[in-house]
């Protein structure tokens, strides 16, 4: 723990870092670290004492052949051949890392769209049945985000019951096939206990194997649309059907 020279190796570093064990034993610590992990070590030397603590923490590595990967380290210290020293366990973490690091930014987006649209923007796990809503939601429909459960049934439970089922068969139908569009015009009941018409879109996210595992969309208010239609279908029947002269100006 004073020079952080590697004083054993086992087979699975040799293998996995591309150094020999020769090579191992000459090297120290730093030289499997790129320059802005070394600067860290530096820093939690200050900040640690390594004599006492268990260390378990996420670490860039570097490999032989100067390739970089997220090594999940765990560390406690030992006595070993009359030196204080640590115990290190690497983990070769980058798949898991990289995948946590692209949900991230896919949550980011999301959250930006929803904040940049007045649409109701939602984001369902199809494995887990989660569904998660956009401020949108919020705005178009009156319900207290914090207060709504992030499943399914919390959507459909809204939908009008002379819509609900033409809805659900439609949306299966495009997931359980090999389509990625879906669009619907159906009732939506708000939190003031009115309903809105709504045009939702999704598009559908697979797998390397077609296997829909997402879906993500939007549902847009039409009912001030809906209502200036139906006025003015009823305007065209009154017109056609009366004996009166009648005007527009």
Do not use: C
């Amino acid at each position: 723990i004073e020079t952080f020279k590697f004083l054993e190796i086992n087979e699975a570093a040799i293998e996995h870092y591309g150094f020999s064990r020769e090579e191992f034993l000459k090297m120290s610590l730093d030289d499997i670290l790129p320059d802005k992990e070394v600067e860290r070590l530096n820093n939690n030397k200050i900040v640690f004492d390594f004599n006492k603590h268990i260390h378990k923490d996420l670490w860039v590595h570097k490999k032989k052949n100067g390739s970089l990967f997220y090594a999940e380290v765990t560390s406690n210290s030992i006595e070993y051949q009359g030196k204080m020293a640590r115990l290190v366990f690497s983990i070769d973490r980058t798949e898991q890392t990289l995948a946590e690091q692209e949900l991230r930014k896919s949550n980011e987006r999301f959250v930006f769209l929803s904040q940049a649209t007045f649409d109701a923007i939602w984001d369902w796990d199809l494995l887990t049945g989660n569904l998660f809503w956009g401020e949108g939601f919020e705005i178009i429909f009156g319900y207290n985000l914090k207060t709504i459960e992030p499943n399914v049934s919390s959507w459909t439970s809204h939908i009008h019951p002379e819509d609900i089922d033409e809805l659900i068969k439609g949306i299966y139908a495009v997931i359980d096939s090999d389509e990625t569009n879906w669009k619907d015009e159906y009732r939506y009941l708000k939190a003031d206990g009115s309903y809105a018409y709504v045009v939702d879109r999704g598009f559908v996210i697979r797998d390397a194997n077609g296997k829909a595992i997402r879906m993500v969309g939007a549902m847009h208010d039409i009912t001030k649309r809906k209502t200036e239609v139906h006025h003015l279908k009823l305007m065209e029947s009154v017109i056609k059907h009366t004996t009166d002269a009648v005007l527009i100006t």
